[in-house]
């Protein structure tokens, strides 16, 4: 049995393995090795191990470049495409992706269990593979019957993550609350097993207080989806009020503001604008209601359909809006389109709002030119048929309407006055909700955004 197996090690230091090292992986990897680990990071990617192994990032993540550099200058960091180096590491943390399945909510399962199959022959009695993926609630118990088969001496633990994109290296050495997800829960001797290995991972941030939640297999996988879905429940609630505060020309973020002081509500994520997108919240909502539908519960989570109604629905707003003020016609005008990330600090343009809006605007006969200070690249390969410009100058010379669509902190602090000589017209929508109305219309802007006021 694993709880006979498991040496709990009295140093703070083991030996472990990160298998996938994508955005999730390549950051757990990192930070594991800062806190004094041996990690080894695994990826199939040749290319992306290259990358690493020279230490460089293969995306933007603030911070990362640097703690590679540092830890790799210790020798407690390398990466690899071959599996069989993760003989002989106490843990075995699994951080492959689980995209949509195309045509489908559902998530696509495949990357999960094809790194368990590979991984299985290597791990030995007394180790520990610890699932971080972001996966439908029953899988855990599923992988840990393949673990139990492959080697009976070893178990399965299921350890959310709850990065935030721009934040992610902060937020894993510095976490908000720490969820074991343990054999039969934290009463059962192989619980307390798992729990002693996964206390030495964490030992660094344990000591330092951190909030720790030691629960089974199911309510652990149910954690991470559960957030998000809150997370993009509440956003998509402000946004409907914005669709509302339209209709009458109210102020949605004086509205926002008000109700965020009631403590019961908070003024966190109660930002209208264009609404969520990323790798994480629009896919994970699709697929727990997709579970919950395979689980015969789907009842339980229909209010999801409208909160994903609601965000698509922003998109949607924002291609209207530029058509309205751009006299009616989209055909022929010059559109700047101010970000492509689907957030502030980040390269990722998965689902991204801003990449999708700037992408339908073109569709309408728009003449499309989009800037991003990190994200340019990545969206030329998504979406080849836009101009590109490296600069706010050059994006909008000549424009016959502005959209500020990721809230860059280079973008919300733009002057009106450096770009005013640059415009055809002094058209401005703003998309987050991040600029001074009052400014740019005493600047002689039209300033326009969503659930604010005409004027």
Not at 263 to 282: E, T, V
Request: proline fraction near 5%; hydrophobic fraction near 45%.
């Amino acid at each position: 049995m694993f709880s006979e197996c498991v040496r709990v090690a009295t140093v703070r230091s083991m030996r472990m393995t990160v298998i996938g090292c994508g955005y999730l992986g390549a950051v757990h990897a990192a930070c594991m090795a800062e806190l004094g680990h041996e990690v080894i990071g695994i990826d199939v990617d040749p290319e992306k191990v290259a990358a690493l192994q020279a230490a460089r990032a293969p995306f933007y993540e603030p911070g990362l470049p640097e703690l590679l550099e540092r830890t790799m200058a210790t020798g407690r960091l390398r990466f690899t495409t071959d599996m069989a180096e993760a003989a002989g590491s106490a843990v075995h943390f699994v951080c492959v992706g689980t995209p949509q399945k195309r045509g489908e909510f559902a998530a696509d399962m495949k990357y999960v269990d094809s790194a368990v199959d590979s991984l299985l022959p290597h791990v030995a009695a007394g180790e520990l593979v610890i699932g971080k993926s972001t996966v439908p609630v029953g899988t855990a118990a599923r992988l840990a019957a393949k673990v139990a088969d492959a080697e009976p001496g070893a178990a399965l633990a299921w350890n959310p993550e709850f990065l935030r994109e721009g934040h992610a290296v902060e937020d894993t050495l510095t976490p908000d609350r720490l969820v074991y997800g343990v054999p039969g829960g934290q009463g059962t001797t192989e619980g307390k097993a798992a729990k002693a290995l996964l206390d030495e991972v964490y030992a660094t941030p344990l000591k330092r207080g951190t909030p720790l939640i030691v629960t089974d297999y199911q309510t652990a996988e149910l954690v991470k989806v559960a957030a998000n879905s809150f997370l993009a429940t509440k956003i998509s609630f402000i946004n409907a009020m914005a669709e509302l505060c339209e209709k009458v020309n109210a102020d949605v973020t004086q509205l926002a503001d008000a109700i965020g002081h009631d403590d019961r509500i908070g003024r966190k994520f109660l930002n209208a604008g264009l609404g969520f997108g990323g790798g994480c919240l629009p896919k994970d909502i699709r697929a727990f209601m997709a579970r919950a539908g395979e689980l015969g519960a789907d009842q339980t989570l229909t209010f999801l359909r409208e909160v994903d109604s609601i965000n698509m629905r922003r998109r949607i707003r924002m291609v209207d809006l530029a058509r309205e003020v751009c006299d009616g016609s989209l055909i022929g005008k010059r559109v700047a389109v101010l970000g492509a990330a689907f957030k502030p600090l980040s390269d990722d343009i998965r689902d991204s709002p801003a990449l999708n809006v700037a992408a339908q605007i073109r569709l309408q006969g728009g003449d499309v030119v989009l800037t991003d200070p990190a994200a340019l690249d990545n969206a030329r390969k998504a979406v080849p048929d836009i101009s590109y410009a490296d600069t706010v100058e050059e994006a909008v010379r000549g424009a016959d309407v502005v959209l500020l669509l990721t809230e860059w902190k280079e973008y919300r602090d733009l002057e009106p006055a450096t770009i005013s000589g640059l415009v055809k017209e002094k058209r401005i929508l703003d998309g987050r909700n991040a600029l001074d109305p009052g400014r740019w219309r005493a600047a002689g802007w039209t300033y326009r955004a969503l659930g604010r006021p005409r004027a």
